[in-house]
């Protein structure tokens, strides 16, 4: 496995193992920035998360990762918890062992406008007062943010 980011905070390993064609279920209820990467160890476990549903699989998820191998999925900290995870053991293999590690990504991120927000939603730019002329201002900086949120999202997906 390639090497973890010094910003991402270990919080559960996860081993199993699943049959072909069901599904293993896990909760996630912490909040933040989530990595979580799943290492199939025996045939080939895939990965579907969701916010929406507690048992997602391939016909009902948010996110999800169904490589051969090293699988991973970031689940961002506006997701609403708990988060339901499935593991699925691909039908090619009788049976799939595998290792998921969670992570906390502590990491800052960089907003497109230059702005500096911390995982928890606060802002590191905000030294100042909040003034009505700043809401048009803002609200057109939350509706970049979410754009290119989105357009992050597909762009992992089809890649």
């Known amino acids: 496995m390639r090497e973890v980011p010094q910003e991402w905070v270990l919080l559960h390993v996860v081993q199993g193992q699943i049959g072909a064609g069901n ?12 990595v979580l990467r799943m290492q199939s160890l025996k045939g080939d476990a895939d990965l579907y998360v969701s916010d929406t549903t507690l048992h997602p699989s391939f016909d ?4 999800q990762s ?18 339901g995870i499935g593991v699925y053991g691909h039908p ?21 406008f230059g702005e500096t927000a911390y995982s928890d939603g606060t802002d590191a730019s905000r ?18 943010t979410i754009l290119i949120s989105i357009l992050k999202l597909v762009l992992e997906i089809l890649f």
């Not at 009902?60 to 996110?63: A, F, G, H, S, T």
């Not at 799939?96 to 990504?105: H, I, L, Q, T």
């Open 23 to 34: 599904y293993s279920y896990l909760r996630l209820n912490h909040e933040g920035k989530i």
């Open 60 to 63: 009902d998820y948010e996110l």
């Open 66 to 83: 169904v490589t051969c191998g090293q699988d991973v999925v970031f689940i961002p900290a506006h997701l609403q918890r708990p988060v």
């Open 92 to 112: 090619s293999h009788h049976e799939s062992e595998f290792e998921m590690k969670v992570y906390y990504d502590t990491a800052i991120e960089q907003h497109p």
């Open 127 to 144: 030294k100042h007062a909040y003034a009505p002329e700043d809401a048009s201002q803002e609200d057109e900086s939350v509706l970049w």
